[in-house]
DNA sequence: AGCAAATCCGATCGCTGAGGTCGGCTTCCC
DNA sequence: GGGAAGCCGACCTCAGCGATCGGATTTGCT
């Protein structure tokens, strides 16, 4: 399993957040009781995306929360991070983007270092495949999607950067 | 983590039979060592490549191992899939391939169908970018990596499918 | 003021699966 | 026959996923 229930869950609020919009704030308990997600887990979810300045939030009654982007800015890289943490291949593979690239670091290989395995090709490819979907998908995308369902298609994207077809 | 540990090994028992091949079979032993990986473990991973049919085993005294095929007839996505068994992004998401294409039942959705929740576009072209790379990778290119570096970024691809660079 | 609706948050908890070990068996070369 | 190797089922440990609960706090409404 790639993403955590977590990410689901969340992708979903975000989803279902984008389309109830209209100005007053979305009570939890609703998104909960359209989506059928349990509530109380749900709460600790939209706090990571609260966190990550995804959504804000409005106490007390007749509060609930908003989206604070519009949904064609809101990147599903970012939004899996903050929900499920760095997205790593191996244990052993450190996005380490601040540097120069994606580091992989062979807890067994790195006593004796002969040099990187050739695991490393093979995990940069995977978590570059996993980031390019990411990147070019947004929650707009995915809201098209839900109602309609060919809207997310005609996105228009770098050549050689198609992305598979997908039908409802 | 996408990959298990299983796989990690797996895929260096693979890379270190395509270096060290030559007629005889190979221990498991000297694999275990140089690799620095558990012996017992190594087993129950070859195992599965055996049932796979990557590999071929003698047993007895001065028995081991042998690739049943040429290293670049070996692609990463049979292998990941022997050892992981299917690549699913989500718990929700079955490998439907056999019938049209990838099939995303979700759990909670399911109950009353009010189509396919929007997760359903992210998970695909995830799980595509995920198949892609590892399709496009065999083991010829990581036993290449491996010595040199070079000679795995030398492969033709169709046009529209670069890999990312990677540096050593 | 007081109630209800909602967010916020720390503590807890069961359970599955990853990751690995062990012991004993079989198989084959010398 | 002895030792080197593969084969295999049973077992074990433990982290973290996937929640749940209780309560505190904030706020709108009457």
New interface residues.
């Given amino acids: ?3 955590t ?1 977590k ?2 869950y969340g ?2 609020l975000l ?1 279902d957040l984008g389309q109830a919009q209209g100005g007053d704030p979305v009570a939890l308990k609703a998104i909960a009781e359209r ?3 349990p509530l109380a887990y749900l709460e600790r979810i939209v706090a990571l995306l609260r966190k990550a300045g995804f959504v804000e939030s409005t106490r007390g009654a007749r509060g609930g929360y908003l989206l604070t982007r519009e949904p064609s800015e809101i990147r ?1 890289d970012e939004v899996i991070e903050a929900l499920d943490g760095p ?6 593979f450190i996005d380490d983007s601040a540097t120069d ?1 994606h580091k992989v670091v062979c807890s ?2 790195a ?1 004796d270092d002969t ?12 978590h ?3 980031v ?3 990147q ?2 947004t929650l707009a ?3 098209a ?2 109602r309609g369902g060919v809207g ?1 298609l005609e996105v228009r994207r770098p ?6 077809v ?3």
């Fill in positions: 399993m790639i993403f229930t990410a689901e992708v979903r989803v989506e059928h997600l599903m997205i790593a291949p191996m244990s052993c690239a067994h290989h006593v040099g990187p395995c050739g695991t490393k090709l093979l995990w940069t490819r995977v570059g495949g996993v390019r979907a990411l070019q998908t995308d995915l809201i999607f839900e997310a050549v050689g950067d198609e992305l598979p997908v039908t409802a």
